[in-house]
């Protein structure tokens, strides 16, 4: 699992509030090289929350990113590139994502979260 | 890429091994997926630098379709973690990056406005009524841009009417009518092949 997903993932579980980002617990990190796409990312930098991605990436050992983006204009190659890598070069191969109110654990094998929810959680 | 070679790529995927009846699993053969994928990208603009959601994905073949395709990101999402496994596979066999995400489509909220676009082959809902309808208006939440998907041709003014009024839709439209095969995969078939009309349709939702 890439941050890009993790972006994306909260916990569904019926009546939590406090679904979003889930805190990432790895044991297996890997680092898969991926093309630089510069205008794609000058577009995503306003759609993440950066928030979560800055925590994620520290996480999974990755403390590189600012705490604020910069704004497009001025978001040169080196914040570009630090972007691309935690965005889409870092992967979760196992560990846990956790829900922020609950603690519920979501369990990540090979790379592919499990997000199913138990029969009384929904 | 040409279409021909996109077809002939995706021929080469591993399918179902086991497909399990309740959950609809049978493959989006290549002659589909390429031209689904291809005409997104050809006439839309829909995959190449964006972010690609398959609802449903199976073993993977649309997810490989659009990452072959310069997708930027692609995301593939299934209940079936058999399939995922396979879908993996098939990703690492082809060389391209793809994520997969083990969920029920149903209950998925995801968050934000990241993906494009959704291609998805959903059930067609004959074993769980409405799974279809499910699928679709799961994927008009997730789309900032497009929704490409194949629908049964007997249900086409039913969905056209449900996407327009209820599922936030701001065009709806039957790009082409394809045949589909079934193969054998369940007893209840009687013909070893059976090969229905399907539509593909591309919806665009309202801005959320
Ligand atoms: C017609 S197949 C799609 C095949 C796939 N596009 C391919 O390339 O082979 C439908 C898929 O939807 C999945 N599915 C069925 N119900 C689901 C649900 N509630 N949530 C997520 N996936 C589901 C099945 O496991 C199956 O892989």
């Not at chain 1, 993790?6 to 990432?24: E, Q, T």
């Not at chain 2, 959601?53 to 299934?78: H, M, N, Q, R, Y």
Request: aromatic share 8%; charged share 30%; net charge negative.
């Amino acid at each position: 699992m890439r941050l890009i997903v993790h972006n994306m993932l909260s916990c569904n579980i019926r009546g939590v509030v406090n679904k979003f980002p889930l805190r990432i617990e790895p044991e297996k990190v890997i680092v898969k090289e991926v093309d630089f796409n510069p205008d794609f990312l000058k577009h995503m930098i306003a759609k993440i929350d950066w928030k979560a991605l800055v925590d994620g990436a520290r996480s999974m050992g990755y403390p590189e990113l600012p705490d604020h983006p910069p704004t497009t204009l001025e978001s040169d190659e080196s914040f570009l590139r630090k972007f691309h890598h935690s965005l889409l070069e870092l992967n979760l191969e196992e560990g846990s994502l956790v829900c922020p109110e609950t603690g519920r654990k979501f369990s990540v094998n090979k790379g592919i979260p499990n997000m199913l929810l138990h029969e009384d959680e929904v | 890429m040409k279409l021909k070679q996109l077809e002939g790529l995706l021929g080469d995927l591993e399918q179902f091994s086991n497909p399990k009846v309740e959950l609809e699993q049978y493959p989006t053969g290549p002659h589909i997926a390429s031209r689904m994928l291809f005409t997104a990208e050809n006439s839309y603009g829909d995959i190449t630098d964006k972010v690609v959601a398959d609802f449903g994905c199976g073993c993977g073949t649309l997810s490989a379709a659009a990452a072959l395709l310069d997708a930027a990101s692609v995301i593939g999402f299934d209940i079936d973690p058999q399939s995922l496994e396979t879908a993996t596979l098939n990703a690492e066999e082809l060389e391209v990056e793809i994520d997969f995400v083990q969920c029920d489509i149903t209950k998925l909220e995801l968050k934000g406005q990241i993906v494009n676009t959704v291609v998805m082959n959903p059930p067609f809902g004959t074993r769980k009524k409405g799974a279809d309808m499910e699928f679709l208006s799961a994927a008009m939440k997730v789309a900032s841009d497009a929704v490409y998907s194949l629908h049964k041709t007997s249900t086409r003014e039913h969905i056209k009417r449900a996407a327009l009024r209820d599922f936030n839709a701001k065009s709806a439209e039957v790009l082409c009518e394809l045949r589909y095969d079934l193969p054998k995969l369940y007893k209840f078939h009687k013909r070893k092949e059976v090969d229905i009309a399907v539509d593909l349709w591309r919806f665009e939702p309202r801005q959320n």
